[in-house]
């Protein structure tokens, strides 16, 4: 689903349009509104808020949906493209499972790689799955609309299960936050700055009557989550990328000189107190919302197995941390996960595996990025891709993002990466495409 896939599909047969069209539509609402939407984090789900998404019905339609893409990328013209770059996923695969294999809980790890890697696929098809662009924007406006009507109708009709209660166990302090028919606020709020990111591209490729009802109905709800890294990072990251397009030379301080800088900030804060001081000092609340204690044992945990790591997912929740609660003095023990994607990874796979992570999700869509012709970086298309990256790269810093099999914002964050590298590779395809179809490949 980029210029380039529409120059060679600009004229698909009408089955596989309509099978693109319902593939797509299923997969945004299965992984945008669930199954299982509205859960009730009062009663036993408290415990395990994800547990009504492992359900059988959850496991077999993942199944069958995963099948059904990959079918239809296996037949498609620019099947090349799926599970890109090979050798680079390979290594970064194998490193994961030879980490995993090492560990406590290798289960663990091969569990989690499989379903990374369907996700990972999944996305990959995606972007093919449209006839063009302007039907991409469609189905993209549509499934938005439909995701924000499923929040505010548990806003305005299911309170108790869209809007945090007081009587939830675990989290009793975000009583009066929205978070509609998500597990979470964070969850909501991650949504509406994607979805605010769609309509701004809705608005400026199909309709910008929709595109902008889209962006003004996700900002109140994501103002409502009361997810402040999330609110504040909606503007910043316009700005942002607004700077990234016009700082060409300035590209790659901006990504990697930023995310250093930012996860310096947020761990280094942890770890080394002058720099907690230095940033409490700044009026910026130095424990990152009460993550600091979960960066520092990490980090302590990081430092003795620095080369392998634990294994992937094989150090969160898993009985020898439960178990050395007693002994260990944080409650960080507890903690489902690092709250810093960077972290966990190196956490899990080691230095190796981060190395292998960022040389796929940063340094490459910049390589990508540089290749784009002068008249499309500025296009829509261009624009949210970059956007939807900027964002995750950034926010990866305070959650854990990457790798995650059944989670939207990873999904969404692989597609953007894979949409990248099509949108750097259309100028290729722009001079075989005859006069009544450059409407179509041009962004």
């Given at each position: 689903?980029?210029?380039?896939?529409?120059?060679?599909?600009?004229?698909?047969?009408?089955?596989?349009?309509?099978?693109?069209?319902?593939?797509?539509?299923?997969?945004?609402?299965?992984?945008?509104?669930?199954?299982?939407?509205?859960?009730?984090?009062?009663?036993?789900?408290?415990?395990?808020?994800?547990?009504?998404?492992?359900?059988?019905?959850?496991?077999?339609?993942?199944?069958?949906?995963?099948?059904?893409?990959?079918?239809?990328?296996?037949?498609?013209?620019?099947?090349?493209?799926?599970?890109?770059?090979?050798?680079?996923?390979?290594?970064?695969?194998?490193?994961?499972?030879?980490?995993?294999?090492?560990?406590a809980?290798?289960?663990?790890?091969?569990?989690?790689?499989?379903?990374?890697?369907?996700?990972?696929?999944?996305?990959s098809?995606?972007?093919?799955?449209?006839?063009?662009?302007?039907?991409?924007?469609?189905?993209l406006?549509?499934?938005?609309?439909?995701?924000?009507?499923?929040?505010?109708?548990?806003i305005?009709?299911?309170?108790?299960?869209?809007?945090?209660?007081?009587?939830?166990?675990?989290?009793?302090?975000?009583?009066?936050?929205?978070?509609?028919?998500?597990?979470?606020?964070?969850?909501?709020?991650?949504?509406?700055?994607l979805?605010?990111?769609?309509?701004?591209?809705?608005?400026?490729?199909?309709?910008?009557?929709?595109?902008?009802?889209?962006?003004?109905?996700?900002?109140?709800?994501?103002?409502?989550?009361?997810?402040?890294?999330?609110?504040?990072?909606?503007?910043?990251?316009?700005?942002?990328?607004?700077?990234?397009?016009?700082?060409?030379?300035?590209?790659?301080?901006?990504?990697?000189?930023?995310?250093?800088?930012?996860n310096?900030?947020?761990?280094?804060?942890?770890?080394?107190?002058?720099?907690?001081e230095?940033?409490?000092?700044?009026?910026?609340?130095?424990?990152?919302?009460?993550?600091?204690?979960?960066?520092?044992?990490?980090?302590?945990?990081?430092?003795?197995?620095?080369?392998?790591?634990?294994?992937?997912?094989?150090?969160?929740?898993?009985?020898?941390?439960?178990?050395?609660?007693?002994?260990?003095?944080?409650w960080?023990?507890?903690?489902?996960?690092?709250?810093?994607?960077?972290?966990?990874?190196?956490?899990?796979?080691?230095?190796?595996?981060?190395?292998l992570?960022?040389i796929?999700?940063?340094?490459?869509?910049?390589?990508?990025?540089?290749?784009?012709?002068?008249?499309?970086?500025?296009?829509?298309?261009?624009?949210?891709?970059?956007?939807?990256?900027?964002?995750?790269?950034?926010?990866?810093?305070l959650?854990?993002?990457?790798?995650?099999?059944?989670?939207?914002?990873w999904?969404?964050?692989?597609?953007?990466?894979?949409?990248?590298?099509?949108?750097s590779?259309?100028?290729?395809?722009?001079?075989?495409?005859?006069?009544?179809?450059?409407?179509?490949?041009?962004?």
């Amino acid at each position: 689903m980029t210029s380039a896939a529409y120059a060679e599909t600009s004229a698909p047969d009408a089955g596989r349009a309509r099978v693109g069209a319902f593939l797509f539509m299923a997969m945004f609402l299965f992984l945008w509104v669930s199954i299982t939407p509205y859960v009730d984090l009062t009663g036993e789900a408290i415990l395990d808020p994800s547990a009504g998404n492992s359900n059988r019905l959850n496991q077999i339609l993942a199944l069958l949906l995963s099948a059904g893409m990959l079918g239809y990328g296996l037949l498609h013209p620019m099947r090349g493209i799926i599970l890109q770059p090979r050798l680079l996923l390979s290594i970064l695969c194998f490193w994961f499972l030879l980490v995993s294999l090492i560990s406590a809980h290798p289960m663990l790890g091969i569990k989690g790689i499989v379903l990374s890697t369907i996700m990972t696929v999944n996305a990959s098809i995606y972007l093919l799955l449209p006839a063009s662009e302007r039907h991409f924007a469609k189905m993209l406006g549509i499934g938005s609309l439909i995701m924000l009507g499923f929040a505010y109708y548990g806003i305005l009709f299911k309170p108790t299960l869209a809007i945090h209660q007081a009587s939830e166990l675990r989290e009793p302090m975000n009583a009066g936050l929205w978070r509609g028919h998500f597990p979470h606020k964070n969850s909501a709020a991650s949504a509406m700055v994607l979805a605010a990111f769609f309509g701004l591209f809705v608005a400026s490729a199909w309709s910008r009557m929709a595109g902008l009802a889209i962006f003004a109905l996700s900002f109140l709800f994501l103002v409502n989550t009361g997810g402040k890294t999330s609110t504040a990072m909606l503007p910043a990251i316009l700005i942002l990328g607004w700077l990234f397009e016009k700082m060409r030379p300035l590209r790659a301080l901006i990504v990697i000189g930023g995310v250093g800088l930012f996860n310096l900030f947020a761990v280094g804060s942890a770890v080394f107190r002058p720099l907690g001081e230095f940033i409490s000092g700044l009026g910026i609340d130095a424990t990152f919302t009460n993550r600091s204690d979960i960066w520092r044992f990490a980090f302590s945990a990081l430092a003795e197995r620095p080369l392998t790591g634990y294994g992937f997912r094989a150090f969160w929740q898993t009985e020898e941390l439960v178990y050395s609660g007693g002994s260990v003095e944080t409650w960080a023990v507890a903690a489902a996960n690092g709250h810093n994607s960077y972290l966990d990874i190196a956490l899990t796979t080691g230095f190796p595996g981060l190395l292998l992570t960022l040389i796929w999700l940063i340094l490459l869509p910049l390589r990508d990025i540089s290749r784009i012709a002068p008249g499309r970086e500025h296009a829509p298309l261009t624009r949210l891709y970059i956007r939807i990256w900027l964002y995750t790269i950034f926010h990866a810093g305070l959650e854990t993002l990457f790798f995650e099999g059944g989670s939207f914002v990873w999904f969404t964050f692989v597609f953007a990466v894979y949409g990248l590298h099509l949108q750097s590779s259309a100028v290729l395809a722009e001079g075989a495409v005859p006069e009544n179809r450059k409407r179509v490949a041009h962004a």
